[in-house]
């Protein structure tokens, strides 16, 4: 540990830079797994044989692969498809997919746990599928959702790391650059392990506060 | 203005209603009385659609129920429903449960419908709950907002499924004499019921069900007071007199 306060200071910049790198891996990456999971969640619990049959295979082939081979599909495979995407947008892209599977299954548990008489009481005053998710199942899920929701946020912080293995310069990559080339591991890697530890904690006390919130209800 | 006929309804192998033919007029309150078990809230649900049936056809003023068509939305805005265990919504205060039918399905103005809504749980007694939540009302008062949810629907009838049966005892008149005023005002009803002081005072005619089949109906008191079938006879008595 010699010198850390010099390093720190030194590497600090550098480091910060891959902060917001991961950062927004992180939020791309978190929007868009939301977004799918819904997807897939309401095609599960649609009803209708054919979308429920699609999202459950959708989600076994996803939840199959592995993060790191979705990444190196994405990045190297594409292209030679005809799509080319920066580093970045593959890595969001992946993690986002990657992820929605599991968000997805949250969600359909969370949709599942409503009680039946509140779908009946919907239907009886004439709403349809999709009035009665809006106004009545999704609101109502929320609450269940919302914890595991923000256990997937900080999984989430921390998977954005893989990312650093299709060359995008967040948090660990940048670490690890500076750690070869200056052979520093030590402060390096303690620093990069601080300041992810330094993300994580508000969102799990915002975890914690969310818990107990729904607790209460 | 609710017409079965023939229905037949299965859950698998168990055939649960074997052929129910009956009408309920307009202004008619029917109390559908029986053993559990006996298809009773199977009726009830397969006319405005919650439950499909098999066989047989029902309509609802002359509207076939089918709850695979689009038309089964036209069904239920016509025919509310009360149930056993309320259902009301947790998440939205009682002004809002009352009013949701008609703000997102009938798609009427706001501050009228609010007026409706406020109106309604005067009704029932419930004026200075408007902005609680169901959660916070006792058994008794949720089952009343649910009723007045039923009532801001507009609809031609209401059907009750043993709207009483989760409520403390102490708790059940408040919420039958709500029903009576219903009655007395001309509401077109269908109740299914353990209530026989409520049926014999209330109803206009009674159906006895046991085992998939109106075994017994007339008017209310006559088949309360003197029923003919031998299994109306057995099931009264048990229920009456249960010692």
């Known amino acids: ?217 | 203005m609710i017409e079965l006929k023939d229905v037949h309804k299965s859950f698998g192998q168990n055939e649960v209603l074997k052929g129910i033919t009956a009408n309920v007029e307009k202004g008619e309150v029917v109390c559908v009385i029986g053993p559990s078990g006996s298809g009773k809230s199977t009726i009830l649900r397969c006319i405005n659609g919650l439950e499909s049936y098999d066989r047989g056809e029902i309509s609802v003023e002359g509207l076939k129920v089918d709850r695979d068509a689009s038309s089964i939305v036209n069904v239920r805005t016509q025919v509310s429903m009360v149930f056993q265990r309320f259902n009301l919504f947790p998440h939205r205060t009682v002004l809002e449960n009352v009013v949701e039918g008609p703000l997102y399905v009938k798609k009427e103005a706001r501050v009228r419908a609010l007026e409706r809504g406020r109106a309604l749980l005067a009704q029932v007694g419930l004026a200075e709950k408007a902005d609680a939540h169901p959660p916070q009302l006792s058994g008794g008062q949720q089952q009343r907002v649910a009723i007045a949810r039923a009532l801001a629907m507009q609809p031609k009838a209401i059907l009750f499924d043993e709207p009483t049966s989760a409520l403390d005892p102490e708790l059940v008149g408040d919420v039958l004499g709500v029903m009576r005023k219903l009655a007395d005002d001309g509401m077109t009803m269908v109740v299914v019921t353990h209530e026989m002081g409520f049926a014999r005072d209330v109803a206009d005619r009674v159906l006895f069900i046991d085992g998939g089949v109106i075994v017994e109906q007339g008017p209310a008191k006559a088949l309360l007071n003197q029923p003919q079938h031998p299994r109306t006879q057995d099931f009264l008595r048990r229920v009456l007199h249960p010692l």
């Open chain 1, 1 to 217: 540990m010699k010198g850390f306060w010099h390093d720190a200071v030194e590497f600090f910049p550098i480091l910060m830079s891959g902060v917001v790198l991961t950062i927004v891996v992180t939020i791309g990456s978190l929007l868009l797994s939301t977004v799918l999971g819904l997807v897939w969640a309401m095609m599960r619990v649609s009803g209708i044989k054919a979308l429920s049959m699609l999202s459950a295979s959708l989600i076994n082939v996803i939840r199959g692969i592995p993060i790191i081979v979705l990444l190196f599909y994405l990045y190297f495979v594409m292209p030679d498809l005809g799509v080319t995407l920066s580093a970045l947008q593959a890595a969001i892209l992946g993690l986002g997919i990657a992820y929605s599977a599991y968000q997805a299954e949250n969600f359909r548990a969370g949709i599942e746990a409503i009680d039946k008489g509140q779908i009946e009481a919907a239907q009886s005053i004439g709403m349809g599928w999709w009035l009665t998710m809006r106004r009545v199942v999704l609101p109502q899920a929320v609450r269940i959702v919302l914890p595991p929701y923000g256990n997937v946020m900080i999984m989430m912080l921390k998977d954005s790391s893989q990312a650093s293995t299709i060359t995008v310069a967040e948090l660990a990559l940048q670490g690890k650059l500076i750690a070869s080339s200056t052979f520093k591991n030590t402060n390096v890697f303690t620093m990069v392990a601080l300041m992810y530890l330094t993300m994580s904690i508000p969102l799990i006390l915002l975890v914690r506060h969310v818990e107990k919130r729904a607790g209460k209800k």
